[in-house]
């Protein structure tokens, strides 16, 4: 009994962990948007700073999971639970290296003269940021159908992409001045859509740890 | 083993163990004694019909023959109602009365029965045995005697039956075991009825316990099945009593405990040692929407912070005494809420350390400081750059004035403009300051919000002419009649148009349009400019808040405009809001604002 107490407690510290690394990642992706959206550069630093503490905890997760696969044996849901929690803790990990990647870019954007004002990028950072929160909140609850929702989402993320894409191309057309800043607007919509794409492989390790089916790169439950 | 036996079973087998005792001991004795007397009476009167029987014997003439003895021994026999036995000293049986005489020749020989052998040996012999020759159980008599005539010297032996009485005897040890059967019977049912007797009211009391454990604390035992258990009565009674009290404080002193956490505006949470939510405030669920599913998870399953998380393990982990501080940190949750969350250690070594986490919401008082440190900065900054110019082009005619140059003009033209921008946004500023302390109430009179509109959209003619833009009005012909200060409203109309006109790239159209609710009336401002920011549109109605942060470029506006508005439509009663995009569109934004409808003339 005891045994298998501590068991069921080290898989919830394992989840404490997951859920302490999804945090921090949630809050790099928030502070590297504040700063490209607000011009706030100290923010865009801390999380380029900050990044290294996630890559940290991405070890310290796997090695956790690793233990416990080779002296718990795990079975059937506790077995997915782990292996579950590594592929979400590998998403995580790159969730944060496109923060890291949107804070750069609006460390040197900051610098430069303000572009007018986009309304398409705030959508798409909207998006990603609650496809974000709500696979980690599936992973939270172990709820599928929140799961599901983040999957619906991923289309509206990329067509927004889409639609961003053209928009600064035609800008950078009659604007040959701004066609730099153009160009790193673009590369911060197109981590936002990847930041996107891997809640969604969150999302589609949650569905694999509550029902057991393996729904990866078709995201249909 | 007798203790788990039931009462009723303890009392039965004590009441046959008594019984047993009573009835059998002195029935035994009885029975043993009346045996024994009967078999004594039994064998005087064999003895005494052997003695008669062989003084007859004497008293005969001597025998011819065996067959006369065997004569004489049958009709003795009959008349004593005993069997009369002659056997020889060699022991043959000479004559028996109830055996015939053909067939005593055949009968055993008797020399080895007891009495007999009794008989040589002391003249005299009895015995009790059972006879296989009669089927019966018999007393005999033996005594010696001498020979005469034809029947040699030998035995006489007289037997009487003992059976009679000793089947009587025998009837009545059978009659005496169904009695005590029947007692015993009869003791199972007294037994159960002075069992039961006691029973019910012992069950009232178990009854009355169990109610008292399963938590009905009124229940008391009023009767009780005799002296030994009013002690135990009356203790169940107090206990219960106690326990009613206890509760009743416990529950008192909880229910305050809830009244004030529910009635606290922060909200609060208690953690146990392992780190988990064991009490929550009604106020918490504001930051935790699904609060009734948090008990017993972590925080950061809940409050996706892990600044708190890392907090709350330091207070739990962290050595407890009194002098423990406690910790302090600022989180900032969805939708930009900030909370000032405060942590303190509860508990002690033996019961483990818990926390009890405060959260103080602060996202207010954060964001009066934020406006309070803008306008300064703003105000200043707006106040600097037109005096600068000022300042600027006053020393530069001064240098001029001695060359002697003539484009003095100009520059009083530009140095007029500014100064009277600062004191346009002077005037704002003052404009401001009366609205916000409603030094003038608003007039509450019937206006046609048609005539306001058109006279602000002349105020604005100049700049819209020059990027040849048109206002599309859609408002009622009759026009809308609000309960307003006709020259407020104007001024609201002209404030919001002249953003819009300002923003709108040249060509374009601004839209006013209204819609009447039941009581108030919803005016519309749409344009179709680059739109406002989300995270600027709660701030865009403070003073001097301006979206660009770059401030050459402010196009002669004082940054007061919607502020002025947002204060006359608070005074009116109604309420001014924006979407940015507006619906169904992805540029451009709307303002709208609500203002009372003034009942209608007829």
């Known amino acids: 009994m005891e045994i298998r107490r501590r068991y069921s407690q080290k898989l919830d510290d394992l989840k404490l962990e997951v859920l302490r690394m999804a945090a921090l990642t949630e809050s790099a992706l928030t502070k590297a948007l504040q700063g490209f959206f607000e011009r706030n550069s100290d923010l865009a630093e801390e999380v380029v700073v900050g990044d290294q503490e996630i890559d940290l905890l991405e070890v310290e997760i796997d090695k956790r999971c690793l233990r416990l696969l080779a002296l718990e044996q795990p079975m059937a849901r506790d077995l997915r639970f782990i292996i579950g929690c590594m592929r979400v803790c590998v998403n995580l990990e790159r969730i944060a290296d496109q923060a890291v990647n949107i804070a750069e870019r609006a460390l040197y954007l900051n610098q430069r003269p303000q572009l007018s004002y986009q309304p398409l990028v705030e959508q798409l950072a909207a998006i990603s940021q609650e496809m974000l929160k709500k696979s980690i909140s599936a992973f939270n609850n172990a709820r599928a159908s929140e799961a599901a929702e983040v999957c619906a989402m991923d289309d509206a993320a990329d067509e927004l992409n889409e639609k961003i894409l053209r928009h600064f191309i035609d800008y950078m057309v009659a604007e040959v001045r701004a066609v730099e800043r153009a160009v790193y607007s673009i590369i911060v919509a197109r981590c936002l859509e990847r930041c996107g794409d891997l809640a969604t492989n969150v999302a589609e390790a949650v569905v694999f740890i509550v029902e057991g089916v393996d729904i990866k790169h078709y995201c249909k439950p | ?602």
């Open chain 2, 1 to 602: 083993m007798l203790k788990n036996l039931s009462f009723r079973s303890r009392l039965l087998l004590s009441f046959w163990g008594v019984i047993f005792l009573a009835l059998l001991l002195p029935a035994i004795y009885y029975r043993q004694t009346l045996s024994q007397d009967i078999e004594d009476d039994t064998r005087s009167n064999a003895i005494h019909q052997l003695n008669t029987a062989f003084w007859l014997l004497y008293l005969e003439q001597p025998f011819q023959s065996a067959a006369s003895l065997q004569e004489w021994c049958k009709t003795l026999g009959d008349h004593l109602g005993t069997r009369i036995t002659y056997v020889a000293r060699d022991g043959t049986v000479i004559a028996d009365s109830q055996v015939s005489f053909s067939r005593v020749t055949a009968m055993d020989n008797h020399a080895n029965r007891p009495e007999i052998i009794q008989a040589y040996k002391e003249d005299f012999g009895t015995s009790s045995r059972y006879s296989t020759t009669l089927g019966k159980h018999l007393i005999y008599s033996a005594r010696k005697t001498n020979g005469r005539g034809a029947i040699p010297s030998g035995v006489i032996r007289v037997a009487v039956p003992f059976s009679e009485v000793k089947r009587r005897l025998d009837n009545l040890s059978k009659n005496f075991v169904l009695a005590i059967v029947v007692t015993l019977l009869a003791t199972i049912f007294l037994s159960y009825i002075l069992v039961r007797q006691l029973e019910i009211p012992i069950r009232r009391m178990i009854r009355a316990a169990q109610a008292v454990g399963s938590g009905n604390y009124r229940e008391r035992i009023r009767r009780y099945p005799g002296k030994e258990f009013s002690p135990l009565a009356q203790a169940i009674n107090q206990m219960a009593e106690s326990i009613e009290t206890q509760v009743q404080t416990i529950t008192e002193q909880k229910q305050q405990l809830e009244a004030i956490l529910n009635g606290m505006t922060e909200g609060v949470m208690v953690l146990d040692s392992g780190g988990r939510i064991k009490t929550t405030n009604k106020a918490l669920g504001k930051i935790i929407p699904d609060l009734p599913t948090s008990m017993g998870r972590r925080p950061l399953e809940v409050i996706r912070s892990h600044e708190l998380q890392k907090a709350c393990d330091q207070v739990i982990g962290g050595n407890y005494g009194p002098e423990s501080q406690p910790s302090r940190l600022e989180i900032v949750l969805d939708l930009g809420r900030v909370f000032d969350v405060n942590i303190v250690q509860f508990g002690d070594r033996e019961e483990g350390i818990g926390a009890i986490v405060v959260f103080h919401d602060i996202s207010e008082l954060k964001r009066l400081e934020r406006v309070r440190q803008d306008f300064v900065a703003n105000v200043s900054h707006e106040l600097r750059t037109p005096l600068t110019s000022i300042k600027g082009y006053a020393e530069t005619i001064l240098n001029e004035e001695s060359k002697g140059s003539d484009s003095a003009g100009d520059f009083l033209q530009i140095i007029l403009k500014h100064a009277n921008h600062m004191s346009k946004m002077v005037d704002d500023l003052l404009h401001l300051a009366r609205l916000e302390a409603r030094e003038q109430p608003p007039e509450s009179v019937a206006v046609n919000a048609l005539d306001g509109l058109h006279s602000a959209w002349k105020a604005c003619a100049a700049l819209a002419g020059e990027k040849d833009m048109k206002l599309e009005n859609l408002l009622p012909k009759e026009g809308v009649l609000v309960r307003a200060d006709s020259e407020q409203l104007e001024q609201v109309f002209r404030n919001l148009l002249e953003n819009a006109v300002r923003y709108t790239p040249p060509g374009g159209i601004v839209t006013v349009s209204s819609d009447p609710g039941p009581r108030m009336v919803t005016f519309q401002v749409r344009d179709e400019g680059p739109g406002i920011p989300i995270q600027d549109q709660t701030r865009i109605f403070e003073r001097f808040y301006r979206v660009e942060k770059d401030r050459t470029n402010h196009k002669g506006s004082t940054g007061l405009g919607l502020a002025i508005c947002r204060h006359i439509i608070q005074n009116h009663g109604g309420k001014i809001w924006l979407e940015s995009p507006p619906q169904g569109k992805t540029t451009g934004s709307a303002f709208f604002f609500t203002l009372p409808l003034a009942p209608n003339k007829r």
